[in-house]
């Protein structure tokens, strides 16, 4: 089986219960929608995590990249190996723990899935002043779009699902925008690129996505927090 959540931030204790429930073994897949948190810190406290994770919940994570943690490609470790017919990362020493690569089309259960993660911190100043982990590859570089551009070239600009952290601008929940942060600094650039230069060209069944913290759905789109889905 393969289900999908929202942002986790470290916190996997619904993942677990939903586990224990559903009777899961790593055969089964947990689709992350961005921010696991389970390459934040960048030391000791990530190694804890990773080993809680490959020991005591029996499920494969599959995770697409956030904006509160590290791309897998610059944290020690991990290697870029085949995956449901295409690139992502997995660390051998945590088998449970895959993370997707930008831009690759996944096979899974025979339904072709765009991955596209990555977005802007609005809590960036704040984690910056503070001491608190930001990261700079936080957004798709134009290295990661253009491999996007690529592949959908490849695959005729059709796929069955796209599985993203944020979402096309046109779709943002403005409803759900913090009324403390100014919006004229916030960084669009992602979302107004998925709009611009993939959404308005793909053909897709539906796209998933996380980052806003909230259950929403809007035409092809939905919104992922706490809640676990079935992915069919």
């Given amino acids: 089986m393969i289900y999908l959540t929202g942002d986790t931030h470290r916190d996997f204790k619904r993942i677990l219960f939903f586990c224990l429930e559903n009777n899961t073994s790593q055969d089964d897949i947990m689709v992350i929608l961005g921010d696991a948190g389970i390459n934040l810190c960048l030391d000791g406290r990530d190694q804890m995590i990773k080993e809680g ?3 005591d919940l029996p499920i494969t994570f599959f995770c697409i990249h956030g904006n509160h943690e590290e791309r897998p490609f610059n944290v020690s470790g991990y290697e870029e ?4 017919g295409a690139r992502a990362y997995i660390d051998p020493r945590y088998p449970n723990q895959v993370f997707a690569k930008d831009g690759e089309i996944y096979d899974l259960n025979g339904q072709k899935v765009l991955v596209i993660g990555g977005a802007y911190s609005v809590d960036k100043y704040y984690r910056l002043e503070n001491g608190l982990p930001w990261f700079e590859s936080e957004q798709p570089s134009p290295e990661i779009k253009e491999h996007v551009i690529e592949n959908l070239d490849k695959a005729g600009w059709k796929v069955d699902y796209v599985f993203s952290h944020t979402c096309p601008y046109n779709v943002m929940p403005r409803h759900l925008f ?7 600094r916030v960084d669009n650039s992602t979302e107004e690129w998925l709009m611009r ?3 308005s060209k793909l053909e897709f069944k539906r796209w998933y996505f996380g980052h ?9 789109y939905t919104m992922l927090y706490k809640d676990i889905i079935k992915f069919e």
Avoid at 81 to 84: A, E, F, Q
Avoid at 212 to 220: L, N
């Fill in 53 to 55: 994770l490959r020991d």
């Fill in 197 to 199: 230069e993939v959404a």
């Fill in 212 to 220: 806003f913290h909230d259950y929403w759905e809007k035409d092809k």
């Fill in 178 to 184: 913090l009324p403390g942060i100014d919006q004229r």
């Fill in 81 to 84: 190996v085949k995956w449901h």
